[in-house]
């Protein structure tokens, strides 16, 4: 472990051996940085269930994955590192690690989001053969099917179902999914840090054999999607799946469907590599992984009012063009623009546990009454701004998970509440 100048060090939790050229990228951005490095590749039973770290640095925490993916060790850490308010990526996860890569359960989580649904793919358990036939009898799913893994990665073991009589050849169901096989036109690797889509990779497989997913999950051609309008698309999709399965750091998977042009959500990966990715589309994961540590280390020091205009503020770029604009409109004070951004906060899209709708129309009144009444008396909202702050938003971090909503929701929250309390300093 290299000595830290600035005295962080970063720690990538690892244990599987192909993965290494994945910690050495992480290394080599934290000594470019002047950090130190640490790699964990297995957890100590004895010292975890003494709570004993002495010896390891954990103050900026990159959870990957484990050795034998030794889980109930892994949930002890997420433990430690949550109780002593380490900044740390993916200790929260929905559904605790064991179930966080399970397709099944991914495809669960959308289907719950009022946004995500339409885009949810059928997924279902295989059992046994009229299990599965149960599905198409009952117009659940239809040929052709997918039978995949439900932890399967990299498009390896996934069946291709044209018809009963392939069904029949099935010597066994266990472990299997069933999913409704979508002809892909192409699809992406949207890559999302800390609520904010960094970069999108566009992917086409072998064209000649659709039912090649190892092709096309890899992909024979990849480049960076350039498209402004497919990226917002594209980015509020991977945001909002990132924000329903409590990933601060992931790669999300979309699917185009040939001909129809629907996009489907394929998956979260907890893990995502990004060596193909980087080699496409020049975007260096790790250090923006790093940009990550340094905008929550500056929130837990600052006041929050500085603390959330500085993370917003280092986001604005991967910001829709609407919401930026939204942003800038709001600090200046302009009048009307809420009416016109009400519709990202429509009850049927922005209802997580905690109701960033309803934050909304608290500050958008606050906001339209400072902007356009003639009696502007701004201290009639102090207890506006002290319940803003006592919320369970993560103003200070990254604007993800169910009760914060995505960065889109949290930047223009964010304004209105740093308007709010421009207003009230200046009585």
């Known amino acids: 472990m290299g000595a830290a100048k600035n005295n962080q060090i970063l720690t990538v939790v690892e244990g599987r051996i192909k993965n290494q050229p994945i910690v050495d990228d992480f290394k080599r951005a934290a000594e470019n940085r002047g950090w130190g490095f640490q790699h964990v590749s297995i957890l100590n039973?004895?010292?975890?269930?003494?709570?004993?770290?002495?010896?390891?640095?954990?103050?900026?925490?990159?959870?990957?994955e484990l050795t034998n993916n030794n889980y109930v060790e892994a949930e002890r850490l997420f433990f430690y590192l949550k109780k002593n308010h380490k900044i740390v990526m993916n200790a929260d996860a929905a559904g605790a690690r064991a179930a966080t890569s399970d397709k099944h359960f991914q495809q669960g989580l959308f289907l719950l989001d009022p946004f995500l649904k339409k885009h949810a793919l059928p997924t279902f358990e295989a059992k046994h053969k009229l299990n599965v036939m149960s599905y198409i009898k009952g117009d659940r799913v239809h040929f052709p099917i997918l039978l995949k893994?439900?932890?399967?990665?990299?498009?390896?073991?996934?069946?291709?179902?044209?018809?009963?009589?392939?069904?029949?050849?099935?010597?066994?169901?266990?472990g299997f999914l069933i999913e409704q096989y979508i002809e892909a036109e192409c699809d992406w690797r949207v890559f999302v840090i800390g609520g904010t889509p960094v970069g999108i990779m566009r992917k086409i497989g072998d064209t000649d054999h659709p039912d090649n997913f190892v092709a096309w999950s890899g992909g024979r051609e990849k480049f960076l999607e350039e498209d402004q309008d497919m990226i917002e698309i594209l980015g509020k999709i991977a945001c909002r799946a990132a924000a329903v399965s409590r990933l601060e750091y992931t790669g999300v998977d979309i699917l185009k469907e040939k001909g129809t042009g629907k996009l489907y959500l394929l998956e979260t990966n907890y893990a995502a590599g990004w060596l193909n990715f980087t080699s496409a589309t020049n975007i260096n994961i790790p250090d923006l992984v790093i940009d990550w540590f340094v905008d929550r280390a500056e929130g837990l020091s600052q006041p929050i009012e500085k603390a959330v205009k500085t993370y917003i503020e280092h986001r604005k770029k991967y910001l829709s063009r609407e919401t930026s604009a939204a942003y800038d409109a709001i600090l200046k004070g302009e009048k009307g623009i809420t009416e016109k951004i009400a519709h990202l906060f429509k009850d049927e899209d922005s209802k997580y546990l905690y109701d960033t709708g309803t934050i909304f129309n608290k500050l958008s009144k606050a906001y339209k009454d400072l902007t356009e009444s003639k009696d502007k008396d701004s201290k009639k909202y102090d207890g506006l701004a002290k319940e803003i702050e006592e919320m369970p938003l993560s103003w200070t971090g990254n604007f993800i998970g169910p009760e914060a909503g995505t960065i889109e929701e949290g930047a223009i929250l964010s304004a209105l509440y740093l308007f709010l309390l421009g207003k009230i300093k200046k009585v």
């Open 149 to 174: 893994y439900r932890y399967g990665t990299a498009g390896r073991d996934i069946i291709l179902i044209k018809n009963e009589a392939e069904l029949d050849k099935v010597k066994s169901f266990k």
């Open 45 to 64: 039973s004895d010292e975890i269930a003494r709570y004993d770290f002495s010896d390891t640095p954990l103050d900026n925490v990159v959870f990957r």
